[in-house]
């Protein structure tokens, strides 16, 4: 079966940056039904986005190339080192767009706390509930 770029996209954010499909599509700009259809073939991946994932991602050329060309990722080159660099760039950009909010401001590092002292369940309890409560306050401001 021959993959898309879209699914060769999801393989590499699934197995290799270990990220959200929600995360990809916030870093990318795009809505996450969208981020969905790329993924799923059911929409062309647009071409003028590629630079972007390969800044964001750091995503070595001879990988992005095996993408666009549906070659298969593990036939590549062995991710272990790249996999490492690749995740520790993505995580030190994140940090640095969003560290400062983490440390200004007070209520948002005690929820990071509090969710920290929490077991692996009742922690993806919590930040269910948050999400679903950040998409209550969505439908109510309307964003």
Not at 29 to 56: C, H, N, Q, W
Not at 82 to 106: C, H, R, V
Request: aromatic share 10%; hydrophobic share 40%; charged share 25%.
């Amino acid at each position: 079966m021959k993959m898309s770029f879209g699914t060769q996209l999801r393989e590499y954010r699934d197995e290799y940056l270990h990220i959200s499909q929600k995360q990809m599509a916030e870093d990318l700009g795009v809505d996450g039904a969208t981020m969905s259809r790329y993924e799923s073939s059911e929409r062309v991946f647009p071409i003028y986005l590629v630079p972007l994932i390969k800044e964001i991602y750091n995503i070595p050329d001879d990988v992005l190339l095996a993408m666009i060309l549906d070659k298969p990722l593990k036939t590549v080159r062995s991710f272990s080192n790249q996999t490492l660099d690749s995740t520790a760039t993505y995580k030190n950009g994140f940090l640095a767009q969003y560290g400062s909010l983490i440390e200004n401001e007070p209520l948002l590092k005690e929820f990071i706390l509090r969710a920290n002292s929490l077991d692996h369940e009742n922690r993806q309890l919590l930040l269910s509930g948050m999400l679903n409560l950040m998409q209550l306050f969505d439908n109510q401001t309307g964003k």
